[in-house]
């Protein structure tokens, strides 16, 4: 399974970013796609995920604000992140994750910078 994420960049403030994450490879393979985030100094922690059945979870950080979505045709999971917050700023990173073996797959980081 390979992930391609995009969209980072910098935001002022209250603004709004959109990132998606494209998976190819053994996709059949994946139960669930979502997005972790890290900060300097700090340990990777979830943002939010969404599953084949399309449930979701969301960190309490962000609920409300960030909207996780997929598209089952192009293969690709979106992060909306809306009234962005200086603590945002991170790299964030996109996750596969398979149930039957407890695997988890990486795509390269996006930085996501909120500042004015």
């Known amino acids: 399974v390979q992930l391609q994420a995009s969209g980072g960049g910098l935001v002022q403030p209250g603004g709004s970013l959109r990132l998606s994450c494209a998976a190819s490879?053994?996709?059949?393979?994946?139960?669930?796609m979502g997005w972790y985030r890290q900060a300097p100094g700090s340990q990777r922690e979830l943002v939010a995920y969404?599953?084949?059945?399309?449930?979701?979870d969301y960190a309490d950080s962000v609920k409300g604000r960030f909207t996780i979505s997929g598209d089952n045709a192009k293969n690709t999971v979106y992060l909306q992140m809306n009234s962005l917050k200086p603590e945002d700023t991170a790299v964030y990173y996109c996750?596969?994750?398979?149930?039957?073996?407890?695997?988890?797959?990486w795509g390269q980081g996006t930085q996501v910078t909120v500042s004015s």
């Open positions: 969404i599953t084949n059945d399309g449930d979701t």
């Open positions: 996750n596969a994750y398979r149930y039957l073996s407890g695997t988890n797959y």
């Open positions: 490879g053994s996709i059949s393979r994946i139960n669930r």
